[in-house]
Every structure is written in structure tokens, then in C-alpha cells.
């Protein structure tokens, strides 16, 4: 039996609200394993966006443990979380958070940087990303030559550039229109196929049908986790 690539044990987050503390996430237990497809769905105030913080090492829970990958992440200070993220998680955001003035590649080859990588390997593997995402006409074009879906897919390969453990996207179609949401979420299918680790959060239905899992969190807790039979069929 393979060891969950997250597990999250009785997970607290609280914020001090002037003089009072808001419990945003209250013990939530969670397993995912390598290679798996997650929807994270929950209404506003639910806490989905809090725990997609914590899953991305982008905060630190109140109380409770975090094992991401074999380590410890719930207690690591600011440089070591991002040293993790850089390593363990790719980011694709729904406002695509791309340098403006900067090419597709390099954009691509950004988080290789700070990896430590030589230019000629940063260059050589956005190349073959930005390639397993149909850009390989549009590497060095800027931001602003190209269209939503177009962008999207530069931050889809920049996630991918480190091969990281997880890919964590917020609510990656929320600026597309419908014919580009769904080639998008092709897209996740096929990296998900390539033995990625997807998990999503988003609060449509229509897109949280892609994952095979679907956990919902509401006033902080979880809801419930289903399997999704249909689409493990059809893989």
C-alpha cells in the first residue's frame, strides 16, 4: 500500500477578525494519493479557498498536521514552504498571473530560476512544455499577443516546467468562455493521463465533473468525498 502524497490530519485555520477569532477550517481529515484527479468544491465561506492555501504551502495551518510527500509541511517556516512549493506544486491561477512583458518561454522558464537551473536547461524544457501544450508557435510572443485559452496555457505549462508532485488549479476556467473552458480541461485530462496530480478547486459543477473525486466542504469541514465512477471508466 502506496503512502498519500497529502495527508492532512485534524487541520485547524483560524484569523483573528478584530477581537474575534474565526475557525475558517475545523479538524478536516484528508488522504489523496499520487496520480489522482480532485475537485474541490465547496460554497463561499466553505473554507475550499483556505485549505487550497494550506495544500499549496502558501499558509500554515492553526493546529494539525500537513504530510506532503513524505515531509512534514504544517510547522515549516516561510523559506522552507517556499522551497517546497517551488519543488512540489505547480500553480495555475484563474487570472493566469503571467510577467506582461515577458516572452511565453520565459515566462514558462521562471520557476526553473529559482531552482538553480542554466539558462540553455531552463529554455530546453519550456520548450518541451510549452510543446505538450500546443504553444510551440507562440513561445516568444508576450502576454498580451494572446488570447485567454492561449494564456492559460503558458501558466498550465509554467505549473508543469518542475515536474511537481501536485498540480493545484484555482478555478483555472473562471475567465474562459465555454468552448475554451472545455479544450482547457482537455488538457488537465491529458496532463492528469501523463501521471499528474490534479486537484481543482472550483464552484462549477460542470467543471468539477472532469475530476474522479469530488470533496465538498461546507462551514469548514467536509461535506463529502465522492468517487466520480463515470469518469474512471472512461479512462
Known sequence: MQNPLIKIKQITRDFLLGNEIVHV????????????????????????STLMNLLGCLDTPTSGTYILNGK?????????????RNKEIGFVFQTFNLLPR?????????PMIYAGFSKSERNARATEVLRQ?????????Q?????????????????MVNNPSIILADEPTGNLDSKTSIEIMK????????????????HEEEIAAYAHRVIRL????????????SNLIEQ
Open 102 to 110: 515577458t516572452t511565453a518561454l520565459d515566462n514558462v522558464a521562471l
Open 143 to 159: 502576454p498580451n499577443q494572446l488570447s485567454g485559452g492561449q494564456r492559460q496555457r503558458v501558466a498550465i505549462a509554467r505549473a
Open 218 to 229: 461546507r462551514d469548514g469541514m467536509i461535506e463529502s468525498d465522492t468517487i466520480q465512477v
Open 25 to 48: 477550517l475545523k479538524g478536516i481529515d484528508l488522504e489523496i494519493n499520487k496520480g489522482e484527479y480532485v475537485a474541490l468544491m465547496g460554497p463561499s465561506g466553505s473554507g475550499k
Open 72 to 84: 512534514d509541511v504544517s510547522q515549516m517556516h516561510d523559506d522552507d514552504l517556499a522551497e517546497i
Open 133 to 141: 501544450v500546443n504553444l510551440a508557435d507562440r513561445m516568444d510572443h
Open 187 to 202: 488538457l488537465f485530462g491529458d496532463i492528469h493521463k501523463n501521471g499528474n496530480t490534479v486537484i481543482l478547486v472550483t
